[in-house]
């Protein structure tokens, strides 16, 4: 690969230390700071296809294979002493990290719509933000208690603007299914494992509340259908819902895995169709004609919440906060 080639992946580390990293993971912020300086790391991802360099995937494989390292000397011995193990994980695994904490952000716009609801999730992994009506929330003003489960369920904690409409109560989903091109069985052990390794090192309650939405998932087991987003399972899958109940396509940071803006677009008009609700939770970038209506001054490193095109809410990519912006839009 060439200079230029190099240098645009320094510049995606960097990118991520800056607005992602910065603030929810010490460790992450340090790691991929030197991954962006360091040559040789650049030369070792430079091997991999462009969707296989994300840096979440690359810190997740070393620490799954070698544990969470001390710091930036550690985790570089590692990988330079078993590039193969670290490039065979990398390309057989995803970043599919199911944060169910996105519900959250989520819950307001669920909350209004005709009740009651058939979900339907593309990119869905293990099905963990398949069950928005089975969590506990907490607003800070508002707490939504979670129904009564065998396991104890998980209580997301979120930040809320004050202009945004809280819910009172979680929706009511009379039918849930899912796409998603590998799904993870939340009653595999190995692949809960790599789901929890995807939770940056730091963030332990992140952790405790990934593993209680997991138990609650190997419980009721949400349907799953293995299928491209670009393909016919979606369309079938909208035809399954039950007409009585009010059907919501949504996603959260999925289509940025997928790299033609016309794949995207053309996936935004199927689901318009198919849909009367079609729920997005993704980096600005994702869809540039949604977010040049949320204003020019977009915050780093926030998803924007949007509903059937029209923008929402800036959220945190994890969940834990939330700024409301559909009356300002």
């Known amino acids: 690969m060439d200079e230029v080639g190099l240098a645009e992946i320094a510049a995606r580390y960097a990118r991520f230390a800056d ?12 790691l991929a700071r030197a991954v962006a300086g360091d040559r040789v790391t650049l030369g070792f991802l430079s091997t991999l296809p462009d969707m296989k360099r994300q840096p979440n995937l690359l810190l997740a494989a070393v620490r799954h294979l070698f544990g ?9 011995q590692a990988l330079l002493a078993h590039p193969n193990a670290v490039r065979s ?7 599919q990290t199911n944060e169910p904490g996105r519900c959250a952000a989520l819950l307001p716009v669920l909350a209004r719509l005709p009740q009651p609801l058939a979900l339907l999730e593309v990119g869905t992994s293990a099905g963990l933000c398949l069950m ?4 506990g929330y907490d607003y800070g003003p508002t707490v939504i208690r979670a129904p009564a489960m065998p396991s104890e369920p998980p209580v997301f904690r979120c930040s809320a603007s004050e202009t945004t409409p809280l819910p009172t109560a979680a929706p009511q989903v009379v039918w849930r299914a899912g796409l998603d091109l590998s799904p993870i069985d939340a009653a595999d052990p190995a692949q809960v494992a790599w789901l929890e390794t995807l939770v940056w090192p730091e963030q332990t309650a992140r952790l405790a509340n990934l593993r209680a939405a997991v138990r609650i998932a190997a419980t009721v087991k949400p349907r799953i259908v293995k299928g491209d987003l670009r393909g016919s399972e979606i369309a079938r899958l909208c035809s399954e819902a039950p007409k009585d109940a009010t059907l919501v396509v949504f996603h959260t940071a999925v289509l940025d895995y997928v790299s033609d803006p016309a794949d995207r677009e053309a996936f935004a008009e199927q689901v318009m169709r198919l849909s009367p609700y079609w729920v997005s939770n993704e980096f600005p970038r994702v869809f540039p004609s949604i977010a040049s209506r949320a204003g020019t001054n977009w915050p780093s490193g926030r998803f924007l919440l949007s509903v059937n095109g029209s923008p929402v809410a800036w959220t945190d990519p994890h969940g834990a906060s939330l700024d409301w912006i559909a009356d300002e839009a």
């Open 68 to 76: 969470t390292p001390t710091g930036w000397t550690e985790f570089r």
């Open 19 to 30: 607005t992602e990293a910065h603030g929810r993971s010490p460790l992450y912020e340090e």
């Open 89 to 95: 994980l990398m390309l057989e695994r995803s970043t």
């Open 132 to 135: 928005p009506d089975l969590y």
